[in-house]
Nanobody, 121 residues
């Protein structure tokens, strides 16, 4: 079982940047893809980005392309999401998860507790 802890959220102005981190415990972390999801109040959790188990391949939702970069370091059991040129619509609670790398919530086996990102206009 993999235990995940998210961090790095905060309040930032539109156009600013944040770097979210996901710290994992458990030897199987490196066998899973890692993804980040965002959830706004009253809405479903939506997939933002994913990275393959090796880190060789990254996938992004259209809303994140060109602005967000997902990365991982298996030697440190960690993954990051660098978010640049943030917009108010990026506001929400961000969760890291490990699983298949797909956009489906049910394909993930472990979740972080979430970290709040607020982008002011």
């Amino acid at each position: 079982q993999v235990h995940l802890v998210d961090s790095g959220g905060g309040l930032v102005q539109s156009g600013g940047s944040l770097r979210l981190s996901c710290a994992a415990s458990g030897r199987t972390f490196r066998t899973y893809a890692v993804a980040w999801f965002r959830q706004e109040p009253g809405k479903e959790r939506e997939w933002v980005a994913a990275i393959s188990w090796s880190g060789a391949t990254q996938y992004y939702a259209d809303s994140a392309k060109g602005r967000f970069t997902i990365s991982r370091d298996n030697s440190k059991n960690a993954a990051d999401l660098q978010m640049n040129n943030l917009k108010p619509e990026d506001t929400g609670v961000y969760y890291c998860a490990v699983g298949s790398g797909s956009s489906k919530l049910e394909d993930y086996v472990s979740w972080g507790q979430g970290t709040l990102v607020t982008v002011s206009s």
